[in-house]
C-alpha cells in the first residue's frame, strides 16, 4: 500500500483478462472518485491490490459509446490502450454476451469496439 494515511481499500472490482489482473472502477454514474468524494490515485490503487493496471470507466464523451475508458499503468501513467483491460470492460458492459449489436468505448486516444 503506497499511502499509510489509507485504512480502507478503494472501492474498485478485480478482474482478469487474459493473463492480467486489472482493478477496474466503474464511475459511469459518479465519476473517478471513491466514496468520500475524492478522486481515485491509480497508482494507489494498483499498489493497495498488487494488479497489473487500474482502469477507469466514466461516462461517455462519444454520442453512441457505452462509456469513456481510461487505463493506468501500475505506476499510475496513462497508457493509451490495453487490449486485456477492454476484454473486462467488455465482460462488465456485457456480462452474458447479449448484444445483438457491438458497442463502442472512447477512450483519450481512441473510439474502440472490443472483438
Known sequence: MSDPSVNDPPAVALWHGAGNTFALHDGRFAGRFD????????????AW????????LTAPSTPGAAASVAFFNPDGAPAAACGNGLRC???LLDPERTRATPFRT???SAVRSPA
Do not use: N, Q
Open 106 to 108: 472512447d477512450s483519450a
Open 35 to 46: 466514496g468520500e468524494g475524492k478522486m481515485l490515485d491509480p497508482a494507489a490503487v494498483c
Open 49 to 56: 491490490y498488487g494488479v497489473d493496471g487500474f482502469v477507469s
Open 89 to 91: 470492460v467488455a465482460a
